[in-house]
């Protein structure tokens, strides 16, 4: 691989996504010199101070850019409008970091009615994709993670190690970050789900906050879906039928929120919610 891409979807993250883009930015740090990078953050109808965190954060960052998105959610047959303009600020007021040749004001994503998160990954993927144009998509490796997620700084490398291997994607682990405020059989009941797939040195798991994949198989195979929930699992799902060679390796980890309320339906914090139990005893430790 002499390429990386990563793309990070971020709603209301102002709490979370300061570390989540060090860690990145940590991770990517660690590339063997002469590979290029490309992140892109897509910020999706934020109304708090996300933005402004993430467009301080791309302004030192050349690598990097933030790809603003508006849309009602009350009209889902509206494509999504991304605002992110090659020069100036958007129209939301916040400073954006564009890319010459795309992501100008009122362009729409072909097919896209509600943005639902596989729409929006697969908006930073092609961003990036744009911004490495020079490489083959052979040897272009794509990275997903998530606002609320921490990458260790050894992620990026672990990757790549799997796709000189041979690998077409890689999915792994995401350990729970901040769990004080689960009730213990939450964790447990959740801790046992995780423990249920994990088999020897592979698992059986797949989570958007720790994906990787080949870029000629993400594009072979017509990337995330772009609607509904379990865009990470459709995207496995569309590269196994593929016949793709695929990886889940249990020593490749993120850590990521604990919370119950997440931004998008179908997720962790959903499955979280769902194991509360009724009553239960507040767990007392960290």
Known sequence: MIAVGVVVPARDEQERVVACLHSVRRALERLPAGTASAVAVVLDRCVD???????????????????????????????????????????????????????????????????????????GIRRVLARLGAYPPERTWLLSTD??????????????????????????????AGVRHLPVEALDRYQAIVASGVHGARHDHVYAANLGVRADAYLAVGGFPRSGPGEDHGLWRRLHVAGYHLEQPTDLRVRTSARVHGRAGGGLAELLRSLHPTRSAMRGGA
């Open 49 to 123: 101070r996300t933005p402004e965190r993430v467009a301080a954060l791309v302004a030192g960052w050349p690598q990097a850019e933030a790809v603003h998105v508006t849309h009602p959610a009350s009209v889902p047959e509206t494509p999504l409008d991304i605002s992110a303009p090659e020069t100036g600020a958007p129209e939301t007021g916040v400073p954006g970091v564009g890319v010459p040749g795309v992501g100008t004001p009122g362009v729409g994503v072909p097919g896209v009615g509600a943005p639902g998160v596989g729409a929006l990954r697969d908006l």
């Open 147 to 176: 606002a609320d997620s921490t990458v260790p700084p050894e992620w990026v490398v672990m990757h790549l190690r799997h796709a000189t291997s041979g690998a077409h994607a890689v999915a792994g682990l995401a350990e729970l």
